[in-house]
C-alpha cells in the first residue's frame, strides 16, 4: 500500500498524521516553557515559577493523551486493514475451491 493509497483510503489516516504532529507539538512545548519558568525563578517570582511547571505538567497530560487516542485508533486502522485482506483471501480462495468442484 502506497502512502497516497493510504492517504486515500480514510479518514484516519489524515487524524493519525495530525495526531502524531500535535503529540511533537505537546511533547516538545513544555521544554519551550521551561525557559520562562527559569526566568521567572530568577527574578524571584516563585508563584510565577508555580504556574510555569503547572502549565508544563498539563501540556505533559495532554501529550500523553494524544500518544494514547493516537495508539488506539492506529491499532484500528492496522485491524480493519487487515480484516480487509483476510476477507479478500477467504473470497480469492472460495473461488478456487468453487472452480475446482
Do not use: H
Amino acid at each position: 500500500m502506497t502512502i497516497k493509497q493510504v492517504l486515500r483510503s480514510s479518514y484516519r489516516s489524515l487524524l493519525i498524521i495530525s495526531l502524531i504532529i500535535a503529540y511533537g507539538i505537546a511533547y516538545n512545548l513544555p521544554q519551550y516553557f521551561y525557559i520562562f519558568a527559569i526566568n521567572e525563578l530568577s527574578r524571584g517570582n516563585l508563584s510565577q515559577f508555580i504556574g510555569w511547571q503547572f502549565v508544563q505538567f498539563l501540556i505533559g497530560i495532554l501529550s500523553g493523551g494524544l500518544l494514547a487516542l493516537n495508539s488506539v485508533i492506529y491499532e484500528k486502522y492496522i485491524q480493519t486493514y487487515l480484516q480487509k485482506i483476510r476477507n479478500k483471501l477467504m473470497a480469492d480462495c472460495k473461488m478456487k475451491l468453487d472452480t475446482m468442484s
